[in-house]
Antibody, heavy 119, light 107 residues
Framework: QVQLVESGGGVVQPGRSLRLSCAASGFTFSNYAMHWVRQAPGKGLEWVAVISYDGNNKYYADSVKGRFTISRANSKNTLYLQMNSLRAEDTAVYYC????????????WGQGTMVTVSS | DIQMTQSPSSLSASVGDRVTITCRASQSISSYLNWYQQKPGKAPKLLIYAASSFQSGVPSRFSGSGSGTDFTLTISGLQPEDFATYYCQQSHSTPLTFGGGTKVEIK
């Protein structure tokens, strides 16, 4: 079935790095734009970044620009989020989300992976 | 950035009630407005896109309306499985932004 599975979350100290992965299955990954969306504990949803279906276009929220990098490997059906210079305010559940219509609508979601930035 | 404001932030309702949630954009977004449902500990789920189009598999008791800056999600005949938090999201322009959420609780 259609599925997105995130991995790579954990506890990390401020200033350190972490790379999240999102494995796709059950659909043609290379046809989808892909996003990362996060949710701090007890808070609402915050869009983080998007990458086009071919990987040629990327956009970021101001809160992560210059620190986070979104990428994808269509041959591996996998989406990535490289997170550098992590801050306490980056603590959240990170969801990957698929966009089949290529119009910034999230119609497939993963289950999320928790990232905690703490000393 | 386009700010999305939802109201109310929470509401209490009974099974069978008609529930209306409002979302307002800080500038016109035409019909680039989407609604999601999130249950505790779960990922959000797309309900309505383009203001009023149903995502496949979503029960017909959910409906969306509006354009420009003012939008509404209506649940006609609340069911036990509908108690959740609902978010609107604009897909007009980046950065993509969400409303603060409306938590629908059991009365």
């Amino acid at each position: 079935q259609v599925q997105l599975v995130e991995s790579g979350g954990g506890v990390v100290q401020p200033g350190r790095s972490l790379r999240l992965s999102c494995a796709a299955s059950g659909f043609t990954f290379s046809n989808y734009a892909m996003h990362w969306v996060r949710q701090a504990p007890g808070k609402g949803l915050e869009w983080v970044a998007v990458i086009s279906y071919d990987g040629n276009n990327k956009y970021y929220a101001d809160s992560v620009k210059g620190r986070f990098t979104i990428s994808r490997a269509n041959s591996k059906n996998t989406l990535y989020l490289q997170m550098n210079s992590l801050r306490a305010e980056d603590t959240a559940v990170y969801y990957c989300a698929g966009d089949s219509r290529l119009d910034d609508i999230f119609d497939i979601w993963g289950q999320g992976t928790m990232v905690t930035v703490s000393s | 950035d386009i700010q999305m404001t939802q109201s109310p932030s929470s509401l209490s309702a009974s099974v069978g009630d008609r529930v209306t949630i409002t979302c307002r954009a800080s500038q016109s977004i035409s019909s680039y407005l989407n609604w999601y449902q999130q249950k505790p500990g779960k990922a959000p789920k797309l309900l309505i896109y383009a203001a009023s189009s149903f995502q496949s598999g979503v029960p017909s008791r959910f409906s969306g309306s509006g354009s420009g800056t003012d939008f509404t999600l209506t649940i006609s005949g609340l069911q036990p499985e509908d108690f959740a938090t609902y978010y609107c999201q604009q897909s007009h322009s980046t950065p993509l932004t969400f409303g603060g959420g409306t938590k629908v609780e059991i009365k």
